[in-house]
């Protein structure tokens, strides 16, 4: 089955620790992104790729770092840097930059021990 | 003012009731309308894609968009226990989904 897969579904994260969440998809789609869910509110965008070997800072992208080695793959870093780390981490793609039909992972929930 | 707004809810109607969930915008350039459903700790999965003003239907949903209002709403006929989840609308000018605009979701519980 086509889809995207997000790993873990649960991450925990000590202070002054980095985390990769995991981003993996055989849709072939060119560009994905990765979201951010706070309770009550809307999606903010992290990061998003629109081809490999490139990508390009979203709305709140202090504290995140991401890389874009290969077309299946988009994983995010949280560094110690970002202060309020807790929320849902959502990753999608989208056939080409300009399309705007997203597609989700499931999410991974990050907390903070 | 935030670009778009939607009512958080939480909203709670009988199994069979018309549900009717909305959003405003701010931006008259927003071409792209969009409707997500998001189960309890799931991703979005797109439900409703239109363009420009108008309606669609697909099923029991129904889309509607309203450009000279700046509005638009999500109707679910003969709405069903599954249908509980939280309903995002998104919004975008068509250059891109990194330009999307989300709502901040309309939590809606349908009981049996």
Same mark, same amino acid.
């Given at each position: 089955? +086509?889809?995207?897969?997000?790993?873990?579904?649960?991450?925990?994260?000590?202070?002054?620790?980095?985390?990769?969440?995991?981003?993996?998809? =055989?849709? =072939?789609?060119?560009?994905?992104?990765?979201?951010?869910?706070?309770?009550?509110?809307?999606?903010?965008?992290?990061?998003? &790729?629109?081809?490999? =070997?490139?990508?390009?800072? +979203?709305?709140?992208?202090?504290?995140? &770092?991401?890389?874009?080695?290969?077309?299946?793959?988009?994983?995010?870093?949280?560094?110690?840097?970002?202060?309020?780390?807790?929320?849902?981490?959502?990753?999608?793609?989208?056939?080409?930059?300009?399309?705007?039909?997203?597609?989700?992972? &499931?999410?991974?929930?990050?907390?903070?021990? | 003012?935030?670009?778009?707004?939607?009512?958080?809810?939480?909203?709670?109607?009988?199994?069979?009731?018309?549900?009717?969930?909305? $959003?405003?915008?701010?931006n008259s350039a927003f071409q792209y309308f969009m409707w997500y459903r998001q189960y309890s700790r799931k991703g979005p999965e797109?439900?409703?894609?239109?363009?420009?003003?108008?309606?669609?239907?697909?099923?029991?949903?129904?889309?509607?968009?309203?450009?000279?209002?700046?509005?638009?709403?999500?109707?679910?006929?003969?709405?069903?226990?599954?249908?509980?989840?939280?309903?995002? $609308?998104?919004?975008?000018?068509?250059?891109?989904?990194?330009?999307?605009?989300?709502?901040?979701?309309?939590?809606?519980?349908?009981?049996?």
């Amino acid at each position: 089955d +086509g889809g995207i897969t997000q790993s873990p579904k649960y991450l925990f994260r000590k202070e002054g620790q980095n985390v990769t969440l995991s981003c993996e998809q =055989n849709l =072939n789609h060119d560009a994905m992104y990765w979201y951010r869910q706070d309770p009550g509110q809307g999606l903010r965008l992290i990061y998003y &790729s629109q081809i490999v =070997n490139d990508f390009q800072k +979203g709305d709140i992208a202090e504290g995140y &770092s991401v890389s874009r080695e290969k077309k299946e793959s988009f994983p995010l870093t949280v560094t110690s840097a970002q202060k309020n780390p807790t929320a849902f981490y959502l990753c999608a793609s989208s056939m080409s930059g300009h399309n705007e039909k997203l597609f989700f992972g &499931s999410g991974t929930q990050l907390s903070v021990l | 003012q935030k670009e778009v707004e939607q009512d958080p809810g939480p909203l709670s109607v009988p199994e069979g009731a018309i549900v009717s969930l909305n $959003c405003t915008y701010s931006n008259s350039a927003f071409q792209y309308f969009m409707w997500y459903r998001q189960y309890s700790r799931k991703g979005p999965e797109l439900l409703m894609y239109t363009y420009s003003s108008g309606n669609k239907e697909d099923g029991r949903f129904t889309a509607q968009v309203d450009k000279s209002s700046k509005y638009i709403s999500l109707f679910i006929r003969d709405s069903q226990p599954s249908d509980s989840a939280t309903y995002l $609308c998104a919004m975008s000018t068509g250059q891109g989904a990194q330009k999307l605009v989300f709502g901040q979701g309309t939590r809606l519980t349908i009981n049996p």
